[in-house]
Structure formats: C-alpha cells, structure tokens
C-alpha cells in the first residue's frame, strides 16, 4: 500500500495535470486488483463529464439526476456500493461492474468532481480499500489544488509576456 502511494504521489507530481490524471488512473486500473474501470468524472456545468481513465469506453456525460457518481456529489461523500444490481439508478457503462465505489474531489475546497471506481466482484471495496483510497483522495485534492496555483503563476507569466 505504501508503494502504490508513494508512486501515485511521484505521478501527480507532473507538472500537467491531465498527465497526472491520466497516469493516475493507469496506475491504479494495473496496480489493484479485480478493477475493470478506473478514472475522473468532472463537475462542469451541472453534469459530470468524462475525464482521463482506464477501463471500457464510458458514458461521456452523467446527468446529476441518477446514478452513483451523482449521489457522490449531491452528498459530497465516499459512495461504497456493494452490489451495483441493488442500487437504483445505476448507470452501467460497462456491464462486468458488479460493486463501485466513488469519492468526491475538491480544488481549494470546491467540489471538483470525482474519482469513480468500479469493480467486476460482488463487495470488492473493504475497509482496507476505502483507506487506501482516501488516502489517495487526499493526495489528489492537493494536486488540484496546487494545479490552481501552477495555472495562476502561467497566467502571471503570460501577462508579463505581454508588457
Ligand atoms: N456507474 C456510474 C457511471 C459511470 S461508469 O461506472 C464509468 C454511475 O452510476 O454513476
């Protein structure tokens, strides 16, 4: 577990935070086992749109009205679905989902979008692997955070360019 973070953390060091997502997901879709789909749902516009990920083609936009990683953003909470069959609403883009879990990001404390996690065996997510990733919520928290502030110091530079 240590070793999956300490890599996550050196690929979100990119300086290019579509780099860092996409090489983030492709970490985590080969690294844990029993996945099928790992990647980024972005908070734009009252929708969810598709962001980088690894896994079967996906619906590219998700209304806010159903499905797992919308409850996830209304309640701004880790969603653990056990038995996606089960849960009402449920949007199956790739079909060998049989339990998800999704947790919420922030960049500077606003809801950014999410994380959505989805798992070919039944209970896949248990307590150790909702530490984990927690942890590594954490960890990209701040590096949307921090990529508010490499895009403000970019803009900054652009500005001087121009003077
Ligand atoms: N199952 C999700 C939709 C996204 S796919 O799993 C990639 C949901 O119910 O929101």
Request: proline share 2%; charged share 25%; glycine share 4%.
């Amino acid at each position: 577990m240590e070793i999956l973070l300490k890599q996550a953390a050196n690929l979100l060091d990119d300086r290019d935070l579509l780099a860092a997502l996409g090489n983030f997901s492709a970490l985590i879709f080969y690294e844990v086992e029993d996945l099928n789909w790992v990647g980024f749902y972005r908070l734009k516009n009252d929708e969810l749109v598709l962001g980088p990920f690894n896994g079967k083609v996906a619906c590219s936009h998700l209304s806010l009205k159903s499905g797992v990683c919308a409850l996830s953003v209304k309640k701004e909470e880790v969603v653990n679905v056990k038995n996606v069959h089960d849960f009402k609403g449920h949007i199956a883009c790739d079909t060998n989902s049989q339990s998800e879990l999704v947790l919420p990001l922030y960049q500077n404390k606003k809801l950014w979008g999410v994380l959505d996690i989805d798992s070919p065996k039944l209970d896949r997510f248990k307590s150790e692997e909702v530490a984990l990733f927690k942890k590594l919520q954490i960890l990209l928290n701040e590096r949307l955070t921090q990529a508010v502030f490499v895009k403000e110091v970019h803009d900054l530079h652009d500005f001087q360019s121009m003077i």
